[in-house]
């Protein structure tokens, strides 16, 4: 019984993709595939590639190759990121049957607290359940103690061994085209074939430099810097400080876009958006009275653990495919500033599932893969125009007030009629498409709330208070 | 609760899903197990029980209809909430991502047809 049915899902996968003509480029039972690079966006596609594959009856030989160690702490195992995992992402990954264990997330987070000179108010998750993650992506900060608990990146990557892949530790430092096939050579090993190649490595990889001069139509993405400090403070005090929130600053300080402090394990992790990105202007954010409102008593300034400045990307890859090659998560389109985990999630699944139901050919990655990377960018030009609106606001203080006094009176209020309280929620935390976001922003009860309370903020300027 | 553990905790018996109310989510669960009873002459009788990774309220997302049962944690269960709204704005974009739902409904067809079977043979 179970054979026939077997072998009846073999026969209309056949029929499916036979449908191209034998000369398509497609991937066929015993087929190899290299994936460069094993953070999310390397491993969700491995993954799905394989559990894919598996549906259809395909039997894929696949290589994932990464040259850190997430089982070690600092940067030798670490992909330099916020760590958060988003609400939306959350969700996705459990429908998939992804489940992210306590020993993986260092803090479920079910609220985020938003600060502003005028004061600071506490904004609960919809239905005030822990479904925002906390995570290392690597081993943990420099220095780190604890051992009890696993790396994201690590995590993910033990799913897609166990899925069948073979890990092969090193660094790609040769790649070429030979035959209208890839060759991928580790450092010091022999140059392999394959009929697919799916690169996913950060945007300042050295291996995207490998694909220049090979005419592929290709441009990496264009970066900016952010800065990432973590700091030592003990489970306890963590709990104590910052609770199971995330903190978001809108603060007036030139060249800051956006600041967030995220509660993990033993330490709080500093995120910094902005603009040249000093040491200067990480002391004037430490020493500003909103960071010291929200970190005392408990806290007594300390020299962080760990730090480093990486560049994400705020402009996608041009043509991020080629015949047997795609790239994907950083390395070809991701989202703007929120969420980087959840579109390498996206882009790797819309990668994976094309190359296995569709084919391997640019043409294939053209019409079933790019879509999806265009969403992400269309949205992320929304994104912008929001991001300049929160600007606005932060540099004027009648605004920030009257965002903040209507933010407070909604927290009374049924989770639909917390009109700012939702916006704020899903642009700071990523869990819905800034599009979304702004047509909520565009809503007539929106801009008639918002009005009345920017006059009355123009008439009744007052102190800071905190609402938790 | 551990501060890793995402989802939320139900006690022992705690009512999860009730039986007639309108619901807008399915949830997975993430630790333990819960049971899924029905109201039959004024007594509870057990349908089946559900352990981590399975899902529960699958229906609410694709059909408006009220919870056809009541679903209460077994000892300690920690579950993930699914949003209608969430999902299936994914699986417009990612069709697969139903795969697995269809699989788990696919599956509770083929429980319930043996059940049928079996009432029929009995008579």
């Known amino acids: ?468 | 609760m551990d501060s890793g553990a995402l989802g939320k905790v139900y006690d022992d018996g705690e009512v999860i899903v009730k039986h007639g109310d309108v619901g807008d989510s399915m949830y997975v669960i993430q630790e333990g197990e819960v049971e899924v009873l029905v109201e039959e002459g004024g007594k509870e009788v057990r349908l089946r029980v559900l352990g981590e990774g399975e899902f529960l309220g699958e229906m609410a997302i694709f059909e408006r209809e009220v919870r056809s049962a009541t679903v209460r944690a077994l000892g300690k269960a920690r579950l993930l909430t699914v949003d209608r709204k969430n999902l299936l704005r994914r699986i417009h974009e990612d069709p697969s991502l139903a795969f697995r739902l269809l699989e788990t409904m696919s599956r509770r067809i083929r429980g319930l047809t043996n059940e049928v079977v079996k009432l029929k043979g009995g008579k």
Request: overall charge positive; hydrophobic content about 40%; proline content about 4%.
């Open chain 1, 1 to 468: 019984m179970s054979s026939k049915a077997d072998k009846s899902s073999s026969d209309w996968a056949t029929a499916l993709r036979s449908e191209k003509g034998p000369d398509a480029l497609k991937l066929d039972d015993g087929s190899r595939v290299a994936v460069i690079g094993c953070g999310p966006a390397g491993s969700f596609f491995s993954y799905f590639l394989l559990d894919m594959a598996e549906r259809m009856g395909i039997d894929l030989r696949v290589d994932v190759f990464e040259s850190r160690d997430f089982s070690r702490p600092a940067p030798l195992g670490c992909n330099m990121c916020g760590g958060i995992v988003s609400e939306s992402l959350v969700q996705a990954l459990a429908a998939e049957g992804v489940s992210l264990p306590p020993t993986v997330v260092q803090r479920g987070i079910d609220s985020y607290m938003l600060h502003m000179d005028v004061g600071s108010v506490s904004i609960e998750t919809p239905v005030k359940e822990m479904r925002i993650g906390a995570v290392y992506r690597g081993s943990g900060p420099r220095g780190v103690e604890e051992t009890d608990w696993m790396s994201f990146d690590g995590h993910l990557q033990g799913l897609v061994l166990k899925k069948g892949a073979k890990l092969k530790h090193g660094r790609v430092d040769e790649i070429a085209l030979k035959g209208g096939k890839f060759q991928v050579k580790l450092k010091g090993g022999q140059p392999e074939t394959y009929d697919l190649v799916a690169v996913a490595v950060g945007i300042n990889s050295a291996t995207l430099k490998l694909f220049e001069g090979m005419s592929l139509g290709y441009e990496p993405p264009r970066g900016t810097k952010t800065f990432i400090r973590e700091y030592y403070l003990g489970r306890e005090a963590v709990g104590k400080i910052l609770g199971s929130s995330m903190h978001v600053f809108l603060l007036d300080i030139p060249r800051l876009e956006f600041a967030a402090i995220i509660p993990k394990g033993d330490y709080m992790t500093l995120c910094l958006l902005g603009q040249d990105i000093d040491n200067k202007l990480v002391e004037s954010f430490m020493n500003s009275p909103e960071v010291e409102r929200c970190l005392s008593p408990e806290w007594s300034s300390s020299e962080g653990a760990c730090q480093c400045s990486p560049r994400i990307s705020v402009k996608g890859a041009r043509r991020p495919f080629a015949d047997r090659l795609v790239f994907i998560g950083d390395c070809g389109v991701t989202r703007l500033y929120k969420d980087g985990i959840g579109a390498a999630y996206r882009t790797a699944k819309a990668a994976a599932t094309t190359a296995v139901l569709q084919g391997v050919s640019a043409a294939d990655f053209e019409r079933h893969y790019w879509p999806v990377c265009r969403t992400i960018e269309n949205d992320n030009a929304i994104g912008r125009l929001s991001f300049v609106a929160t600007r606005q606001i932060q540099k004027r203080r009648f605004a920030r007030r009257a965002v903040f006094r209507m933010t407070v009176a909604e927290q009374k209020e049924d989770g639909h009629r917390r009109r700012m309280s939702m916006v704020l929620w899903d642009m700071f935390t990523g869990s819905a498409p800034y599009r979304e976001v702004f047509l909520r922003m565009m809503r007539p009860g929106f801009w008639g709330r918002l009005i009345w309370n920017i006059v009355v903020s123009l008439l009744s300027p007052g102190r800071a208070t905190s609402k938790r």
